[in-house]
């Protein structure tokens, strides 16, 4: 069979196995060539610490004298027993799904207002919910330190402005509730990020598809419920986990506005990390070395999930054949 | 396992990465430390770093100064946030960048600081081969040169930079014009802690929008107030009492000064919010707060914020009425600049120390003129002009004000290869102060949770102390007991028994 055979013969989309083979071999020294300096990052800033961290955490290291106070799994069993990491990672997870939970599905709402052909200003909208994310987190921080401090902070001079309070709330300064406000300035901070991924992934939805709907005189909300969701599935699980994980990293709001604090309210698995290697001389680098495995653990559960559901949305919307 | 060999370049390049890439990542490589050089005519650059960034503007006049007196001698002083500080120094020195003079203080034992920092290879001695002229060392009083602190084996490694005897907790600084307007004799602190209280009392009944005391809560910086409070009615030492060798958070006197400070709060005489304490000062600058405790540092502080020295008072920190008066600790810990173990340059740069520890040098007066604390070696009276500081130096210069604690290493030199102390009070470092913030602001019951953070401290320091007497350490509790001391006297040097 002549090669232009083939090419006309094989499915729209695939190349034929023969081209394919000769194109792979012709380029096959391009792509090492390429991929190189990626591998040489990849495994000097994250495969190379990854497998150092594992090895200190088996010494009683300060991260400085030389690692010979080899201790097994000694730091694991320490860590097992540390009220404190316990309530890190407590803390660390449900800040992680409280985020996740508040800042996707308004985000989503808002993605959908302003993808809408109709709305005016579209760009201004979104500069406006961005903003927000190039923010420094230190200076975030900042602006709700001034902005919540119950002795001047305009947001009780607002309330005990209007009447509704007559003593200064102090959100940041009591155990019930820094944590929550953490995660609500969290949701401030990064809701801008999720709405741009929200509107990346509503515009992968085939515009035929709401074209045919309102041949069948679908409304919005069917359209809505019976294309937009289901379309936007495996984008969905992606985002909701990407949310997940980088929720699980909070660490600079932490360290400007509560130090993790009040007592220990607001530890979270960096600040947790970072105090034990760090505040205090000799450093713990083999402690919090071990700390950091395991919540790298948890965070690798958490984005290999994210395959196993991406998988499955994925089969899901080739079922509606697109 | 003993001897685990990481070949050097491999542990260099896991330091720069290790804990899955959080951590802060600095250059590596450079040229490795050069055999030491002798005094020459030719270009010489003298590399000095500290955490003491509200001086550059002082270092450049330093830097400019000597290099007018010394043409072949540039100073490149780097200051830096001491969190960054203390995380980039140990790199600098496993990657050989290290500067020829460096600033360093111990946090845990601050006493150790040379032990720790010998043991770690960074310090060459000063002099030749440590052996120091007779007239440099006539400019610190006597008994400043320690064996074990600042000397070893003969050889003189450090000199105590700040004095220790001014230097420290223990001031009480109020906002003249909230005194006056609450009615209050803006000329006259309170002296004991009921006078404290009443003062407030008069504050919030006529000035109602502002409030008595702001005492900061985030982080480590509750100990702003409680070193003043628990030097009052016990020790400051933090955390630790020497008197009967162990953690004191527990103990009857400290949880009095926490009921104390806990009865202001509840009172509604603090400023609301976990504020650190760059928050407090301006609130009191700002005309807010009215009362403030802290260090001998206030006075420069508060000038760089343009709060004059006219608008606050200082004072010794008040007493307890109804309980004995405890001292703040006097201690041989302010050894802070040293000669870096990988200068190329050890002669000029020891040239140099001299030359910043003339008593009436340029150094000095420009130190003590800018108000950035006061000297180990020089004559603070003279040269600290502010009104504020002079009133910092009569308060600190009182008779029992500051007391000289008994120093557990001169009693078992041991304890310079011991890590049982500093083992047991890095176990969760910050603790005491997250445990006072928390029983502060959410009214919890601070007895239980300070008997919880003693014991386990005090079991990590027995224990360990038992394991390395078996290792042929001597040393033992009783090298960190001093029963016959009390907190407000000197301890008398004689009663020294070396075990």
């Known amino acids: 069979m002549a090669e232009a055979e083939i090419v006309a013969a094989a499915p729209a989309g695939r190349l034929p196995s023969l081209e394919a083979t000769r194109r792979t071999g012709g380029t096959a020294l391009w792509i090492v060539l390429f991929l190189a300096p990626f591998i040489a990052l990849y495994a000097g800033f994250t495969l190379w610490p990854l497998l150092a961290t594992v090895a200190y955490s088996l010494f009683d290291w300060d991260g400085i004298r030389p690692l010979s106070h080899f201790i097994g799994l000694g730091n694991y069993q ?12 407590t803390n660390t997870l449900i800040f992680a799904v409280l985020n996740t939970i508040i800042k996707l599905p308004p985000a989503l709402v808002l993605a959908i207002v302003l993808t809408r052909k109709w709305l005016w200003l579209k760009r201004i909208f979104r500069t406006v919910f961005f903003v927000p994310v190039i923010l420094p987190v230190s200076v975030a921080g900042l602006i709700f330190t001034y902005l919540l401090n119950p002795s001047n902070g305009s ?14 709330i102090d959100l940041l300064g009591h155990d019930n509730t820094a944590l929550m406000a953490l995660v609500l300035i969290s949701v401030w901070q990064v809701f801008g990020q999720y709405l741009i991924y929200w509107m990346a992934a509503l515009q992968n939805v085939p515009d035929d ?43 600079g709001l932490v360290v400007t506005l509560t130090s993790g604090g009040p007592g220990r309210s607001t530890y979270v698995m960096s600040y947790f990390i970072y105090t034990e290697a760090f505040s205090q001389i000799p450093y713990k680098y083999g402690y919090a070395s071990a700390a950091a495995l395991l919540f790298g653990v948890l965070a690798l559960i958490f984005v290999t999930t994210q395959g196993f559901f991406a998988r499955k949305a994925e089969i899901l919307r080739r079922a509606y054949g697109v | 396992m003993k001897g685990f060999a990481t070949p050097p370049f491999l542990r260099r390049l896991g330091n720069l990465g290790a804990l899955g890439g959080m951590f802060v990542v600095m250059a590596c490589g450079g040229k490795p430390a050069a055999a030491p050089t002798q005094t020459s005519a030719q270009p010489v650059t003298l590399k ?18 000597y290099h007018t007196e010394h043409p072949n001698v540039t100073i490149e002083w780097n200051s830096i946030a001491q969190a960054q500080y203390n995380q980039t120094m ?11 003079i460096f600033f360093w203080k111990s946090d845990l034992n601050p006493v150790l600081t040379m032990s720790y920092l010998f043991d770690q290879g960074w310090i060459r001695p000063l002099g030749k081969e440590g052996a120091v002229p007779p007239d440099w060392q006539k400019r610190w009083p ?28 223990g001031y009480f600084y109020w906002n003249k014009s909230l005194f006056k307007a609450a009615g209050l004799d803006e000329n006259k602190a309170p002296s004991t802690w009921n006078e404290l209280a009443q003062d407030c009392a008069a504050i919030k009944s006529k000035e109602p929008d502002k409030f008595c005391a702001a005492v900061p809560l985030k982080g480590t910086d509750p100990q702003r107030w409680w070193f003043n ?18 953690f004191d958070l527990n103990d009857p006197r400290l949880l009095k000064a926490f009921g104390y400070l806990q009865s202001l709060y509840k009172s509604g005489y603090v400023a609301p919010g976990v504020n650190d304490k760059d928050f407090s000062r301006q609130q009191v600058a700002a005309g807010q707060a009215a009362m403030y405790m802290d260090g001998a540092w206030m006075p420069g502080v508060w000038a760089q914020q343009g709060f004059d020295s006219s608008k606050y008072g200082v004072a010794a920190m008040p007493y307890p009425d109804d309980a004995p008066r405890g001292g703040l600790a006097q201690r041989y810990s ?27 040098g340029f150094f000095a007066q420009g130190y003590l003129k800018g108000g950035f604390g006061t000297l180990a070696y020089a004559n603070n009276q003279k040269y600290l002009t502010d009104p504020a500081m002079q009133q910092v130096i009569r308060v600190g210069t009182t008779k029992g004000f500051r007391a000289l604690d008994p120093e557990p290493l001169l009693k078992c030199p041991d304890l310079t290869k011991s890590k049982a102390l500093s083992d047991a009070s890095a176990l969760h470092p910050n603790w005491e102060w997250e445990t006072i913030t928390d029983a502060i602001v959410n009214n919890k019951n601070f007895a239980t949770t300070a008997k919880e953070v003693a014991d386990a401290r005090q079991k990590v320091l027995t224990e360990e102390l038992d394991k390395e007497k078996a290792s042929g350490l001597k040393v033992s509790l009783d090298c960190y007991t001093f029963a016959d001391w009390n907190y407000n006297q000197d301890f008398d040097v004689s009663k020294y028994t070396k075990q």
């Open chain 1, 78 to 89: 320490k860590i097992a027993a540390d009220p404190v990491f316990w309530k890190a990672f």
């Open chain 1, 209 to 251: 598809l709401y074209e045919v709907a309102e041949i069948d005189g679908s409304g919005e909300w069917s359209k809505l419920r019976h294309i937009t969701l289901p379309m936007i599935r495996p984008m969905a699980v992606i985002i909701t986990l990407l949310a997940l994980v980088n929720a699980l990293h909070v660490f």
């Open chain 2, 229 to 246: 409070l628990a030097g009052s009615i016990m020790t400051d030492q933090p955390f630790f009492d020497l008197k009967s060798g162990r």
């Open chain 2, 48 to 65: 000095i770093s500290d955490y003491s960034p509200e001086q550059k503007d002082f270092h450049k006049q330093v830097a400019d100064q």
């Open chain 2, 142 to 169: 006597d008994g400043m040169f320690v064996e074990g602190v600042n000397v070893k084996g003969g050889k003189v490694y450090g000199f105590p930079f700040t004095d220790n005897k001014i230097w420290g907790p």
């Open chain 2, 334 to 360: 302010e050894n802070k600049y040293w000669l870096s173990s990988q200068s190329t340059h050890p002669q000029e740069a020891w040239e140099l120390i001299q030359w910043m520890t003339q008593p009436d």
């Open chain 1, 155 to 168: 947001l009780n001079a607002v309330l005990r402005g209007v009447g509704l309070v007559h003593q200064p």
């Open chain 2, 90 to 100: 140990p790199l600098a020195f496993e990657s050989h960048q290290a500067p020829d």
